[in-house]
């Protein structure tokens, strides 16, 4: 238990046994109050103790009243005999207990939070519910055996309610401080009012009911001569004293009225006297009330003559500054470096300050008298303002604004936000607004550029993406409800990748807006030419005659962007592939049909370039098929469903494996061994050719450190780089990092890299090439022999070794001309230092021809196919046992 429950807890039972014992002793006290015969007390002061406890502590008092009034029932036992058997006891506590819980809850239920002696309403009704809990509480105690005993019904209705009324008052009101400061206020009177209690006690002795009435002189003395709570006191203790001496001052044999009549004459006397003290106490309330009102009201009298007269000090003072005011209002206005104009509700100009006469070049002598909305707006905005002006001045608002252009006195067109202001006027005759100017002709020229940024194409000066959905949502909808086509074309620039790179970004920029003025050319001023982002541009047809109308508009771009263009880096022509869909037709929004636009296109691109491709319904299910192969290639990947198959490169002269291939094969559950053939394209266009890529890297890698140890001697691998991975700006770093993780030797490891995705070598491409050579690996021209890179070219780029065209030597064996060119190829190599390797040899005649010819290293079906990595072993195995590499011991390997 925490420490300040316990001490709470504490306090509480301490209470409850002090009250107990004040119980107790009330009890024991009121046991002497009878008459000389009369075994009943004639005032249970328990019941006053009770009701004080209620109104003081509320519900927890309960316990208190309930076990003290047991306890002074049993020291009223001791007393009497007649009131010692435990039925009576049990009617004595139930009595208590109920007087004082009715008079408590009856009180509280009309003025709850209340002193019963506040007010002289809380008091009657105080006396009127104590009067009925001591009735209701005396009814258990005067049934005897032969019913209701009227006469005992009273007399216990006395006891009980005389035990209340002389010690309550008291009790609620009466506190030591108090009480002090009365005794030294008026200690002589007090002892004197004390000393006539004691007097009129001796005579209430002798002679009681003569003497009785002499109590009220001295209850009413107290009431209107002590405090409150003093009076209160002084009156109860003359009514118990009163009582005390003049029923023990009846003669015996006395009979019961006398004992009534007597309790009855000191209880009025009590309510009487109390009656008048709380009378007193409210007149003293009114009294005092109404003292601090009159002071409150002489206090904000003052206050008032002290505004009154800084009122009129302000007044002088303002009536004094009010000439400066408007002279410095006067200053302002002209100052300002807004135009700021006053008109009337008909429109004439009567103020013009010097900012407006900088903005309309007219002088104020020569604007006032002017009609501002005639002389200074356009036609088209005369309207609103005026508008705008009749609203304010006759609809009660106080400010507005609107937007209007003017032309300036430099006969430029300005934005000029006016604020319109009412200004206040008891004659609607005079009425006015003065309208301030705010020039946001930059504002609005800087949201016409962000506006144009938003939607146009900086570039091309053609429509952006954004723009370019939102006008083919509207054309849709249009094609729908009126019941006619409309087509969305897409189209790229073939190699374009490739002229940027030859050319430079200055000249593919150059490109991109020819290609963009050309389509302009090519289509109809409501229709809309859109760049979709890098060489891909869009063009969207309205109200086009079916797949002929779209077929006429495609082919005239075709034979447009296939005319010679005169660019920065020389004459060029360019070729396109252009994807045609239709609304309604093939689709009903604009992601369907942006997307069967870019699938027809892909299929131009697929069937030769430059050509146009409709959409149909089979480019969906061969787009489904790659989305198939996409979805599988991405679960084969997490899956480890791909391998590195290796192909060996033998030593024309020794007939030693040199090299090892690396060949990409994709083991899939349901179609077997796959080639990238089919599925790069697929990586290419889903963005998972960069996975890809750094597996093949880092598995590449880490296979050829196991070579090394399987072989006994050094094997280089060889990785093939796509166009996509040689561009790539992270492909050295992926190198790099390969290498590093997996420690093989740099020189180990040789690049292919294909001739086409060389091109026409440019300042990037050998800042590649020579970033790859700084790595320490070797460079591979696959291909050599297309014809793409010129012999000046291959002596300035870092390439170790060329590999002769496939197709070349295919040629070589039906074509002499082939076959020179092929021996002409490996002597110009030769004479660049550089290794020749050919791949492709099938046939002995093949073999003995290339090592003729002087190629260095041999690579085909007549030495090994492709093997997995699984393998390797296996092979390494066999050539360490003397087994020769050769097609005819393919099967055993």
């Not at 007649?82 to 006891?89: N, Y």
């Not at 869009?538 to 010679?564: C, D």
């Not at 002596?795 to 065209?805: A, G, H, M, S, T």
């Amino acid at each position: 238990m925490k420490p300040r429950t316990l001490v709470t807890h504490t306090a509480r039972w301490r209470d409850h046994c002090s009250d107990a014992l004040i119980f107790a002793a009330l009890g024991f006290i009121s046991a002497f109050f009878p008459a000389q015969a009369d075994p009943h007390p004639a005032a249970w002061l328990p019941l006053g103790y009770a009701i004080h406890l209620l109104f003081k502590r509320g519900p927890r008092a309960i316990p208190s009243v309930i076990a003290g009034s047991v306890l002074a029932a049993l020291a009223l036992s001791t007393r009497s005999a007649a009131e010692a058997s435990s039925i009576t006891l049990a009617f004595h506590v139930a009595a208590t207990v109920s007087a004082a819980l009715l008079t408590w809850w009856g009180f509280t239920r009309v003025y709850p939070g209340q002193s019963p002696f506040d007010r002289y309403t809380a008091y009657l009704w105080l006396v009127g519910t104590l009067t009925m809990a001591c009735f209701v509480a005396a009814l258990g105690l005067s049934v005897d055996t032969s019913g209701l005993n009227s006469a005992l019904l009273l007399q216990n209705w006395s006891i009980g309610f005389l035990g209340s009324i002389t010690l309550l008052p008291a009790l609620m009101t009466l506190r030591k401080r108090v009480f002090l400061q009365d005794c030294r206020q008026r200690g002589g009177e007090l002892t004197i009012w004390s000393a006539c209690l004691l007097f009129m006690a001796v005579l209430l002795w002798h002679d009681p009911l003569q003497t009785i009435f002499l109590l009220l002189p001295l209850m009413i003395w107290a009431a209107t001569r002590f405090g409150f709570a003093t009076a209160l006191g002084a009156i109860g203790a003359a009514g118990l004293t009163g009582l005390a001496t003049a029923l023990q001052g009846l003669p015996a044999g006395t009979n019961a009225t006398d004992h009534l009549l007597i309790q009855a004459l000191i209880a009025v006397m009590l309510i009487s006297a109390y009656y008048v003290r709380v009378l007193l106490r409210d007149r003293e309330d009114i009294e005092n009330q109404l003292e601090e009102l009159v002071a409150l009201r002489t206090r904000d009298l003052q206050h008032a003559n002290d505004e009154l007269r800084d009122e009129v000090l302000v007044r002088l003072k303002t009536e004094k500054s009010l000439s400066l005011s408007s002279r410095r209002y006067q200053e302002l206005f002209e100052a300002a470096s807004s135009p700021f104009v006053v008109i009337d509700p008909n429109f004439y100009i009567h103020q013009w300050n010097g900012a407006a006469e900088a903005l309309f070049g007219h002088s104020r002598d020569e604007a006032i008298g002017l009609n501002f909305v005639e002389a200074f707006l356009p036609a088209e905005q005369r309207d609103e303002l005026s508008w705008k002006v009749v609203k304010l001045l006759n609809s009660g608002l106080q400010q507005d604004s609107i937007e209007t252009e003017v032309r300036g006195s430099d006969h430029s067109c300005h934005h000029i936000l006016w604020n319109l202001t009412r200004m206040s006027s008891d004659d609607p005759e005079q009425a006015r607004l003065i309208m301030v100017g705010q020039d946001i002709s930059e504002i609005r020229r800087n949201q016409s550029q962000l506006h144009y940024l938003a939607h146009f194409d900086v570039l091309t000066n053609t429509a952006n993406r954004r723009l370019f959905e939102d006008r083919c949502k509207q054309a849709i909808t249009s094609a729908l409800r009126h019941g006619y086509y409309c087509a969305l074309i897409c189209l790229d620039v073939d190699h374009f990748k490739r002229i940027n790179d030859t050319l430079g970004h200055d000249a593919g920029d150059q490109l991109l807006q020819t290609i963009a003025s050309r389509l302009q050319d090519c289509v109809r001023e409501e229709d809309t030419v859109a760049r979709l982002g890098g060489d891909e541009f869009a063009v969207l047809l309205t109200q086009v005659s079916g797949a002929e109308g779209a077929e006429k508009v495609a082919r005239s771009i075709l034979h447009a962007l296939g005319q010679p263009l005169e660019l920065v880096g020389g004459d060029l022509v360019v070729t396109s592939s252009i994807g045609i869909t239709l609304a309604p037709e093939d689709g009903r929004t604009y992601e369907q049909l942006l997307k069967n636009a870019d699938m027809a296109m892909y299929r131009a691109k697929s069937s030769g370039r430059n050509t146009l491709q409709f959409f149909s319904e089979d480019m969906n299910s061969e787009m489904q098929r790659q989305t198939t192969l996409e979805r599988e290639l991405r679960e084969g990947i997490a899956l480890g469903q791909l391998d590195l198959y290796y192909q060996p490169l033998v030593s024309a002269a020794t007939g030693s494996v040199r090299d090892m291939e690396a060949l990409l094969r994709w083991h899939h559950p349901q179609n077997g061994v796959l080639t990238p053939a089919d599925f790069l394209d697929v990586a290419e266009h889903t963005g998972q050719l960069q996975a890809l890529a750094e597996w093949v890297c880092f598995n590449a890698c880490l296979q050829a450190r196991a070579m090394q140890a399987m072989s006994g001697h050094s094997i280089s691998v060889r990785i093939n780089l796509s166009s996509r991975q040689y561009y790539n700006p992270k492909l050295v770093g992926q190198l790099k990092r390969a290498l590093k993780e997996t420690r093989l030797d740099p020189a180990l490891l040789l690049i292919e890299i294909d001739e086409g995705t060389l091109g026409a070598p440019g300042a990037e491409a050998k800042n590649t090439l020579a970033e790859l050579k700084a790595l320490g690996v070797k460079l591979v021209l696959d291909k050599f022999g297309s014809g793409l890179v010129s012999l000046w070219h291959l002596r300035e780029l870092p390439f170790d070794q060329v590999k002769i065209d496939q197709k070349l030597l295919q040629l070589a064996a039906v074509d002499e001309s082939a076959a020179t060119m092929v021996h002409t190829l490996i002597n110009l190599a030769q004479q660049l230092a550089l290794t020749v390797s050919a791949t492709g040899i099938e046939t002995a005649a093949q073999e003995e021809f290339m090592r003729a010819a002087g190629c260095h290293l041999l690579q085909g079906h007549r030495f090994s196919p492709a093997i997995a990595s699984t393998q390797l072993a296996d092979l390494f195995d066999r050539l360490a046992e003397g087994y020769p590499l050769v097609a005819e011991h393919s099967d055993a390997l």
